[in-house]
């Protein structure tokens, strides 16, 4: 596609419950990455991906977060168990090099109640 | 580990004016990238500018150009000709050595345009 699509755009959950966030990356843009963005604050980085692998998941606040990107493209942030600090944007982006920076989506806003 | 600071929370300038928005960085690599993100009110993150820490030159993108200065771990972002449409929340980034690719952000600048 042309730029980077995350969907849903608003999501909001009961405490406990599992929440799925898709982004789908910029087409051959082989890099995708997710951040969480808590309200006033810079992104935070959760997770890397080059191809299907997880390259660096140092991010991860948890064992209850968890990505996935099986064939490449399309990537799924999961969330078990949702908190009310899992309340943020999370944003997805993907880059074709470094120096380029990165093309980030819309975002997601979670809101856990 | 990586650290930016953004010590300006909000600026205002003036239509046609010139700003600049402060950055400075703290890593013990080498090797790293510094990045100037924009964030308008819709919340899509907008990039604007790379500077490279071998780069000899300041980057230029358009009306953007980077102040860096290595010895002084800043590299403040300058926005010529200011415009209304420039009013958005602005950061700072820094990405370290060359597999690595996470980015540290700073807590941001917002930025106001005034007519």
């Known amino acids: 596609g042309a730029g980077v699509s995350q969907t849903p755009s608003n999501k909001v959950t009961e405490k406990g419950k599992y929440v799925e966030l898709r982004c789908d990356p910029i087409?051959?843009?082989?890099?995708l990455y997710w951040y969480r963005q808590s309200l006033g604050q810079g992104p935070e980085f959760l997770i890397y991906?080059?191809?299907?692998?997880?390259?660096?998941d140092s991010g991860l606040p948890n064992d209850r977060f968890f990505a996935v990107r099986p064939e490449g493209s399309v990537s799924t942030l999961k969330i078990q168990r949702t908190e009310r600090g899992d309340s943020a944007v999370y944003l997805c982006a993907s880059s074709s090099g470094f120096g380029y920076g990165y093309t980030f989506g819309s975002g997601t806003r979670l809101t856990v109640v | 580990a990586q650290k930016i600071t953004q010590t300006q929370p909000g600026m205002f300038v003036q239509e046609k004016e010139a700003v600049t928005l402060d950055c400075t960085y703290d890593t013990s690599d080498p090797s790293y990238g510094l990045f100037w993100y924009k964030q308008p009110s819709s919340g899509e993150m907008i990039f604007l500018i790379y500077q490279g820490s071998y780069d000899q030159q300041n980057a230029t993108e358009g009306r953007y150009s980077l102040n860096f200065q290595k010895a002084r771990k800043s590299a403040n972002l300058v926005i010529s000709a200011s415009q209304l449409g420039d009013s958005a929340m602005y950061f700072c980034a820094i990405g370290v050595g060359g597999s690595a690719r996470q980015l540290t952000f700073g807590s941001g600048t917002q930025l106001t345009v005034l007519p």
């Open positions: 087409s051959g843009h082989t890099a």
């Open positions: 991906f080059q191809g299907t692998g997880a390259a660096d």
